[in-house]
């Protein structure tokens, strides 16, 4: 069965450090990964994902996550974090079929805090 | 852009009551899902909706939960008898084709 885990479940940082989420999946199969982040009080937005291709994937707001299949993770990074990337994230996957759309498997999310 | 819709935002409702959760797809998308998100727990699963049909379902989705497209542009979630634990925020996805998930806004749900 496919499982997601996270690194951490709650990180603190200043404004402009750097930001790493780790993710690593369970998966015999090829994977699509993806990393959601929740702002408070609002719904799922996807940040990027990952298919196939280049492994250093850009996302939106500054955000990139890098697919290491050897290790089975896909790790998020942000140069120089501000208050406004305080929220939750989610590192997700779901099987890469082509014949199937298969569900999407989340993580237990990192609740980042990013300090003024 | 188009986008998932849900309704209502939030509800409320007693235990043992029945409730319909409804989305709205994006219009030419095939496949449909349910996933909800209980309070500071991580988004789960629910079940998935293809052709009339589900196409796969998770152990929380028994009895008491059904799902149903009853015309061609709605997707409802409906639990028959609501319990406590039922509490969570409910979300809403489809898909087109090999895409990521466009997820809803969604909707609390909060038995009493």
């Known amino acids: 069965a496919q499982s997601v885990s996270q690194h951490n479940h709650h990180v603190i940082l200043s404004e402009a450090a750097s930001l790493e989420l780790g993710c690593n999946y369970s998966y015999g199969g090829t994977v699509n990964l993806f990393w959601y982040v929740q702002y408070p009080g609002q719904h799922l937005q996807l940040l990027l994902k990952?298919?196939?291709?280049?492994?250093l994937v850009k996302g939106i707001k500054g955000f990139e996550a890098e697919f290491i299949k050897s290790k089975f993770s896909f790790n998020l990074r942000k140069p120089s974090v501000q208050w406004s990337d305080t929220a939750e994230y989610f590192c997700a996957v779901n099987a890469h079929a082509r014949t199937s759309y298969d569900k999407v498997i989340f993580g237990p999310g990192t609740s980042l805090s990013v300090i003024p | 852009e188009p986008e998932v819709t849900q309704t209502p935002s939030h509800q409320v409702t007693q235990m043992g009551q029945e409730v319909i959760l409804r989305c709205v797809p994006i219009s030419n998308h095939l496949y449909f899902y349910w996933y909800r998100q209980i309070l500071g727990q991580k988004v789960e699963f629910l079940v998935s909706?293809?052709?009339?049909?589900?196409?796969?379902k998770s152990e929380i989705f028994d009895d008491q939960f059904s799902v149903e497209r009853p015309d061609g542009s709605n997707f409802t979630l409906k639990i028959r008898s609501t319990k406590l634990e039922d509490s969570a925020m409910y979300f809403c996805?489809?898909?087109?084709?090999?895409?990521?998930?466009?997820f809803g806004p969604g909707t609390r749900l909060t038995v009493l």
């Open positions: 909706f293809y052709n009339n049909e589900i196409s796969e």
């Open positions: 996805a489809s898909i087109e084709s090999l895409d990521e998930q466009f």
């Open positions: 990952y298919f196939s291709g280049d492994p």
